[in-house]
């Protein structure tokens, strides 16, 4: 049995992959992730109250 035919993955088993697959659920938490820090840094930029992470840098 191949490694992408296990019973959790979607896709059939290929020979090999070119690309890695993006799924959606990766795509959704990282675009939520970016958009969270901007959302962050423009509230820093606009002086509002910021978490304590964001005013040690970590932004």
């Not at 675009?31 to 509002?48: D, S, Y």
């Amino acid at each position: 049995m191949r490694h992408a035919a296990r019973a959790g993955s979607r896709r059939p088993p290929t020979r090999h992959r070119r690309k890695p697959v993006v799924t959606d659920n990766k795509l959704r938490r990282a675009i939520a992730f970016i958009a969270q820090r901007l959302m962050v840094r423009e509230a820093a930029a606009r002086g509002k109250v910021v978490p304590e992470q964001v005013a040690q840098g970590r932004i």
